[in-house]
């Protein structure tokens, strides 16, 4: 067993840098700031969160219309940051567990929480430090693999922590010519929606490298791309995943 944890203890280590880390820790108080200079990324994750709520609930038949209706529901945020997409989860009654190799996104995070009044379970930890015995509902993993050494091994943990019944919930950048000239040159260096050096075009995820990661216990339900209005500066859901995408999965029942 001691083993066991000094293997995971330094797979934990390797896979997020200290750089990634660090990156992460100086846009921590300013990415929930709705005047400050990341109102684009904000309102891209609003529209991105929108999205999964809908299909948690299409998933487990439940109303969007009701305010408790993931009252039942076990889920945890991989790669949390600021709790954005925790607290819209939390707000809809769920137990909600978020997690972040930045403690001062999480100090963030559960601060904001607090003056809320969401219960929200945050931990200073990465997905593999969490043990196998707790199961989740729904597993919801967005924007967080482009940003790691090991890629499928992080799927893989996410997997392994789906109940059966359960949903896992995906969204990253594909790996195209259109998401480097959109992402990096354009969001990061041209107009400034994101922190340059942000992502690394090589580490972006193919749609068809996800389905392998997950494995073949899990199918997929849903797939969508996400487009920016230039105009209004408002995002939505599309058909074209060529830049931004998201992948919901079933774990079939055994």
Not at 179 to 191: D, P, R
Not at 196 to 223: I, N
Request: glycine share 6%; with cysteine; aromatic share 8%.
């Amino acid at each position: 067993m001691l083993n066991k944890r000094k293997r995971r203890n330094a797979r934990s280590s390797e896979n997020f840098s200290a750089e990634e880390i660090a990156r992460f820790d100086k846009v921590a108080e300013t990415c929930r700031d709705p005047e400050g200079e990341y109102t684009t990324a904000l309102e891209f994750n609003r529209a991105r969160t929108a999205i999964m709520l809908h299909e948690i609930c299409h998933h487990f038949g439940r109303s969007h219309d009701k305010d408790n209706a993931f009252h039942d529901l076990n889920i945890l945020d991989v790669g949390c940051g600021g709790g954005l997409i925790s607290e819209a989860v939390a707000t809809k009654g769920a137990h909600v567990t978020g997690i972040d190799a930045s403690n001062i996104s999480i100090e963030v995070a559960r601060r904001h929480a607090e003056h809320e009044g969401l219960a929200i379970d945050y931990k200073h930890c990465l997905v593999e430090e969490l043990d196998n015995a707790q199961k989740f509902d729904v597993v919801i993993n967005a924007e967080v693999v482009q940003h790691v050494a090991d890629q499928a091994d992080m799927i893989k943990d996410c997997v392994r922590l789906v109940r059966p019944g359960g949903m896992l919930i995906l969204a990253t950048i594909n790996r195209t010519l259109t998401s480097y000239l959109v992402t990096i040159v354009g969001a990061e260096f041209v107009m400034g929606y994101l922190p340059k050096g942000t992502h690394s075009w090589r580490k972006f995820v193919k749609p068809r490298q996800l389905d392998k990661w997950v494995g073949r216990d899990f199918y997929k339900t849903f797939k969508c791309g996400m487009t920016m209005n230039p105009f209004n500066k408002k995002w939505r859901r599309s058909k074209g995943m060529r830049v931004n995408y998201m992948q919901c999965y079933h774990y079939a029942e055994k």
